[in-house]
């Protein structure tokens, strides 16, 4: 005879919550891990880069990665100047005020931006923060245009970096490097010609070697 047909969905069995729950906390689990290793990937690939970077231009390199709508500083490379900047690693600065920020917020979706925009006060942290929303996203429009962004006194009073994004073999934003010294130092001439430039080639190089491919 003919097997007897499954039983109505309503009556299948349903594996325990238990179960369920098991299975859940391991996808979390595993959705974590590939983060964390990602992150693994580019800080490895980054360090050295950042190093020459900082013996090229002469003041101090950050890599940074947005987390919860922030900028967190996962390592740097220190300047050899009598006068230089401290370590930011392991602190969190808003995204709107910095430049890694900055190109994140860029790089963002319409939605996500918009969404960005109505949850985060811009508060005024210098004199020359941004916090008129329209004109920090024209503002964004340019540092997506131009592949750089630059923090003018806006997070730190008498502090000017600059900051690169680097993409993954997507052409995903996944993390921005910074080169940042003080005002006095970084004037328009010494910008223009050595820290822009000079940042914009080492995220270059480190979006290459994490698998990117600009058409």
Not at 4 to 21: D, G, I, K, L, N
Not at 30 to 54: A, F
Not at 187 to 212: C, F, H, M, W
Request: proline share 8%; charged share 20%.
């Amino acid at each position: 005879p003919p097997p007897p047909p499954p039983p109505p969905q309503s009556m299948q069995r349903r594996p325990p919550r238990s179960t369920q729950v098991a299975g859940r906390r391991q996808r979390q689990m595993c959705i974590r891990d590939r983060v964390y290793i990602k992150q693994v990937d580019v800080h490895k690939v980054s360090m050295p880069i950042l190093e020459n970077l900082t013996s090229t231009c002469q003041e101090v390199s950050h890599l940074g990665i947005l987390d919860e709508m922030q900028v967190l500083y996962l390592d740097w490379v220190e300047s050899s100047q009598t006068v230089s900047l401290p370590s930011m690693t392991g602190m969190k600065l808003p995204a709107y005020c910095t430049g890694n920020g900055k190109n994140f917020l860029a790089y963002m979706d319409a939605e996500t931006l918009s969404s960005y925009f109505k949850s985060t006060p811009l508060i005024q942290h210098t004199a020359n923060t941004i916090t008129d929303p329209e004109l920090l996203k024209e503002q964004l429009k340019q540092v997506r245009k131009q592949g750089y962004a630059c923090d003018f006194e806006e997070s730190h009073q008498d502090v000017i970096s600059v900051s690169a994004p680097v993409f993954d073999e997507k052409g995903k934003m996944v993390a921005g490097i910074s080169v940042a010294g003080p005002a006095f130092r970084m004037n328009n001439d010494v910008l223009q010609k050595i820290i822009i430039p000079e940042t914009k080639k080492a995220a270059g190089q480190i979006s290459i070697r994490l698998g990117y491919y600009k058409n």
